[in-house]
Every structure is written in C-alpha cells, then in structure tokens.
C-alpha cells in the first residue's frame, strides 16, 4: 500500500518562500522510491489540478510555464522524500498541493510528466494561501 504524505504549506506574504515535503511509504514503493516518476499538483476550488512540476527517475525534471523561475522540484531517494521549493509566491499560487507518483518497481520511470491522468498515487495534499 502506498501512502504520500505532504507537509510544509502556511500562510505566506508575496514574494515569500516555503519548501513543501512529501514522504513515500509502503514497503515495495518505498524500496524501489527512486524507479518512481514523482509530481506536485495543486487545486483551488472550481478549477482543475493542474501539474507545477515533475522529477524521474533519473532525476530529470520539468515545470509548469506559470511557475517557471520560481520552483524547483527535488527528491531524496535515501529519505523516500520528495520536495518543492517555492520562492516569490504570487497571490494566485494560492491552492492546495498535491503529491503524486505513477511507475512501477520493476523498471525506470522516465521522462517526467505533468498530466494528472498519468499519475496512480496521490496524497491528502497541504494548503498553500499568499496574501498580497
């Protein structure tokens, strides 16, 4: 069973920074963490989730247009975690994100991907709110 779990979202001013986590657990997901294409998502309410960014396997990464500059996706394959770095927050990056995972144990996942359809595992997500 796979389980993501996000944290690390607040309330931040514009301009501001925060540095979102998600940790993988189950035991076949966990052992192979690093053959797993990885995404963070996010939603606001009425709108669909829509992909901020995407890693591979090979580490490989790929971000959204609208943030583009401003985040940077990563993973560490020792602590099952991948994170999102998030600098000068705009107001309209105000939703909730997501992690998410697709592939599979027994092969390398590649290239990174922003399509939600694609994605088979999904976290609780954490809320991200900046003010003006």
């Known amino acids: 069973q796979v389980q993501l779990m996000e944290s690390g979202g607040g309330s931040v001013q514009a301009g501001g920074s925060l540095r979102l986590s998600c940790v993988a657990s189950?035991?076949?997901?966990?052992?192979?963490?690093?053959?797993?294409?990885m995404g963070w998502f996010r939603q606001v309410p009425g709108k669909e989730r829509e992909g901020v960014a995407g890693i591979d396997s090979d580490g490989s990464t790929r971000n959204a247009d609208s943030v583009k500059g401003r985040v940077f996706i990563s993973k560490d394959n020792s602590k099952n975690t991948l994170y999102l770095e998030m600098n000068n927050l705009k107001p309209e990056d105000t939703a909730m994100y997501y992690c998410?995972?697709?592939?599979?144990?027994?092969?390398?996942?590649?290239?990174?991907?922003?399509?939600?359809?694609?994605?088979?595992?999904w976290g609780q997500g954490t809320q991200v709110t900046v003010s003006s």
């Open positions: 998410a995972a697709y592939g599979s144990w027994f092969s390398r996942c590649r290239p990174p991907r922003l399509e939600t359809h694609e994605y088979t595992y």
């Open positions: 189950g035991d076949t997901f966990s052992r192979y963490f690093s053959r797993y294409c």
